[in-house]
């Protein structure tokens, strides 16, 4: 076989909500500035269903439509005019394939709010593949000391987490709440607690709270209705509240946590209208602000955060073939845990 007619097994996107096609399909090359990654692992992340079932259509369906976002894997080739990366090197593949590195927001150190950004999976072929090119300036540098399985996640839940606590601009001895202790929630509360913020995790489920508490929460809070005069009544407020719960009934509580000037960072995708009285804005001049994966840079501070002592999460591996069964599993909030396949299986 000559090279371009090499192929690998991939989980094709035929047409949405379809179970996705395990198919063979041409192995994607390097070009210029970019490396070709063989991977061992990739997550299955919530916008994977969005992206499944229609709800988030790019202008231009990549080809072969791969989806799939938090990959990890070596570095197969690499392509013209790239430096840094040597072959056999452990690269992450995140959600942000490249930018359009001109606007303000890639310019000034945003570039996570980059508007013309293009991600694998949506814009570009994703990571649920043998192998995927990254572009060689964001495919992320990982140490040989990690775990595939179980860093695959950090390429999407873990930097969103991260972003999310950098957004909220906390300081060690700093009080947050974390509402919603699902993956990106877990992820949150281990950060902050590791920068030395105070975190009260608050969650619907029990054992949610069992776990927050066991990585690193100093105290937990169902989410009832009884929820925001508890935390009202409370002496001391909150510096920063951090919403990874896909609500809207999140508002009162974080109303009646946060102090005045706080930070309130929406990190879950809600889109219905929240319920809020601008009066209360002017009196209190908290900041209300979203967030939306992170940067180089932060990715950069969160790999050496994971690399020191790794982020926990729970973790289902699966194989290639099993990729819509966890998609539908995730979307009736079935799952367990963070589903990633294991392309060593
Ligand atoms: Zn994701
Ligand atoms: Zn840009």
Excluded at 168 to 194: D, H, M, N
Excluded at 323 to 344: D, N, P, T, W
């Amino acid at each position: 076989m000559t090279s371009h007619t090499k192929t690998m097994r991939a989980a094709v996107l035929g047409s949405y909500g379809e179970p996705l096609e395990i198919t063979s399909v041409p192995r994607p090359v390097a070009g210029p500035g970019q490396i070709l990654v063989r991977l061992q692992a990739c997550g299955v992340c919530h916008t994977d269903v969005h992206i499944w079932r229609g709800e988030s259509v790019p202008p231009h369906a990549p080809s072969p439509f791969v989806m799939g976002h938090e990959g990890i894997g070596r570095v197969e080739a690499i392509g013209e005019g790239v430096g840094g990366w040597s072959l056999g090197d452990r690269a992450g593949v995140p959600w942000i394939h490249d930018t359009c590195r001109r606007c303000d927001e890639c310019l000034d150190g945003h570039e996570s709010f980059c508007q013309h950004h293009r991600a694998h999976g949506l814009n570009v072929p994703g990571a649920f593949a043998e192998y995927v090119v990254c572009d060689a300036s964001f495919a992320v540098a990982l140490p040989e000391t990690i775990d595939p399985v179980t860093t695959a996640p950090v390429m999407c839940a873990g930097i969103t987490a991260y972003g999310a606590v950098k957004r909220a601009a906390l300081k060690a001895g700093e009080k947050c709440i974390v509402f919603g202790c699902g993956g990106l929630g877990l992820y949150a509360v281990q950060i902050a607690s590791r920068l030395g913020v105070s975190v009260l995790a608050v969650d619907r489920d029990p054992a949610k709270l069992e776990i927050a508490r066991r990585y690193g929460a100093a105290a937990a809070e169902i989410a009832d209705s009884g929820l925001p005069s508890r935390l009202a009544a409370k002496g001391e407020k909150y510096h920063a509240c951090i919403n990874f719960a896909p609500t809207t009934a999140t508002w009162d509580a974080m109303v009646a946590g946060i102090r005045p000037r706080g930070r309130i960072i929406a990190a879950a995708m809600v889109f219905q209208p929240v319920p809020l009285v601008q009066e209360w804005l002017t009196a209190t001049g908290v900041l209300i602000t979203g967030t939306s994966v992170g940067t180089r840079q932060e990715m950069r501070e969160l790999v050496a955060m994971h690399a020191d002592k790794p982020l926990e999460t729970t973790v289902e591996v699966i194989g290639l073939e099993d990729v819509s069964a966890a998609l539908v599993a995730l979307e009736r909030a079935q799952s367990k845990g963070r589903y990633v396949i294991s392309f060593a299986r």
